[in-house]
């Protein structure tokens, strides 16, 4: 397993000009497989529009302390991109004027922001409805002046949306890093004994499954099921919900599917799952995503494919949701990703 | 790459065969959408027990198709394995069972 970033690995793939080529070519070039525009052209769903905004995502930056085998950003300990306090307050601005009612903040790893407490603490007096923090877990076990963050969440009622890619040491450690099993396993537990994920409890914690390999997710709901069960049997965890997302042909998933020679097979399998209800509820008609340097994109995805919106506003400083909300949401072949079987957004299944 | 028997890619052209016949292929498929669906076994069994006997019948693309199928459903690759000892050893002990038949024919024989 690589131990650092595409880009600090010279890889080709680090180059997103160099991704869109690969996902426009070959079999979507040659007419094997329709595009993405094409066919929701079919349900007269061409263009994408926004519906009303409901969550800002905001990227706090691509460090992290994990090197995932399929992250989407790219993150790791040698990306040194971090929103400035300068950005944040430009985003404190729009959160609020803005009616949106959840704020999602990722990263890389969002809490090694140097300024995430603070801007945690003065985005939550804005009156967002729900605050999301998108945790790896292993963060809060990292180094000790982390070891608080449990409390820091109850404090300010964050609801935290965690990493945990399989219930099995082997799985999850393969995806993620050796030790990262053990480390989110404590760290849960750490949660737990805050409150967090407890029935009738309002400190929501709730995990993202993710695929280890080429595959698509299975059954929302079962998956969640045997997590719960595994996790309650064998460490006395408890949590809320399981969210499955799709793992979308980008970044560092995109360099496994062609180094495993995986690429067309899952291309195959994400058309072939393709399902037009999910279409509807792909979660850029509801979001905007906001990069570390503070530049708009309709979703995670566009903003790693450096895919910015499609309007006069490109950036937060000159933030405009009437001007936003009159786009065409810019789409590629990746899209196939949140429209495949019942559908994949940040917040689990969609159709 | 030579030819061979097999193609994976021949998987994906499965539902090509209603093409030929469009009525039993339809009914075929409608059967085996429906032995699929959660009943009282539950869709995790149904794709151990068909990984199993996909083993047994040495059908290369069941095996590839409920490989991938368990996976999706987090079944893990020790479920897996223990699955196809247990089609493994059904094969065998069918095998091995009828050395009965064998061990009668040959006490009637050779009494």
Known sequence: ?351 | MSKTYYDPADLRKFGKITEWNEELGNKFFDYYGKVFEEGALTAREKSLIALAVAHTEQCPYCIDAYTKDSLQRGITKEQMMEAIHVGAAIKSGATLVHGVQMMNKVNKLDG
């Not at chain 1, 079919?42 to 399929?70: D, F, S, W």
């Not at chain 1, 995109?254 to 209800?277: G, K, R, T, W």
């Not at chain 1, 990069?291 to 450096?306: E, K, P, R, T």
């Not at chain 1, 006069?312 to 001007?323: D, M, Q, T």
């Open chain 1, 1 to 351: 397993m690589a131990t650092k970033s595409l880009k600090a690995r010279n890889n080709d793939l680090a180059n997103t000009q160099r991704q869109m080529e690969i996902l426009s070519n070959g079999i979507f070039a040659d007419g094997e497989l329709p595009t993405f525009a094409n066919k929701i052209k079919e349900t007269n769903q061409l263009p994408l529009r926004p519906k009303k905004l409901e969550i800002l995502q905001i990227n706090l930056g691509y460090m992290c302390n994990q090197v995932c085998a399929h992250c989407h950003v790219d993150a790791g300990p040698d990306r040194k991109e971090i929103m400035t306090i300068e950005t944040m307050q430009q985003c404190l601005d729009v959160i609020k004027k803005t009616e949106a009612h959840t704020l999602d903040l990722t990263g890389g790893a969002p809490e090694m922001n140097p300024n995430f407490r603070w801007f945690v603490e003065e985005a939550s007096k804005a009156g967002i409805k729900d605050f999301i923090v998108r945790s790896n877990l292993t963060i809060i076990r990292a180094n000790k002046k982390y070891y608080d963050l449990p409390e820091f969440f109850k404090k300010h009622n964050v609801h935290v949306v965690s990493s945990m890619p399989h219930w099995t040491r082997g799985k999850t450690d393969k995806q993620r890093g050796d030790g990262v099993f053990d480390k989110s396993i404590k760290a849960l537990q750490m949660l737990n004994e805050v409150g967090y994920g407890m029935e009738g409890s309002n400190l929501k914690l709730d995990l993202v499954y993710n695929p280890s390999g080429a595959f698509l997710p299975g059954d929302q709901m079962a998956l969640e099921n045997d997590f719960k069960k595994a996790l309650k049997d064998d460490f006395n965890i408890d949590f809320h919900s399981l969210f499955a997302i799709t793992n979308l042909p980008i970044s560092r998933f995109l360099d496994y599917l062609i180094a495993s020679e995986n690429y067309e097979d899952y291309m195959h399998s994400l058309v072939d799952a393709y399902n037009p209800a999910a279409v509807e509820n792909v979660m850029c008609t509801n979001t905007l995503s906001i990069s570390w340097d503070g530049w708009l994109y309709d979703c995670d995805f566009n903003q790693m494919l450096n895919l910015k919106v499609n309007s006069k506003v490109k950036h937060i400083s000159e933030y405009n949701e009437e001007l936003l909300q009159d786009r065409n949401i810019i789409i590629n072949q990746h899209c196939y990703g949140c429209t495949a079987g019942a559908g994949s957004s940040c917040q689990g299944v969609v159709a």
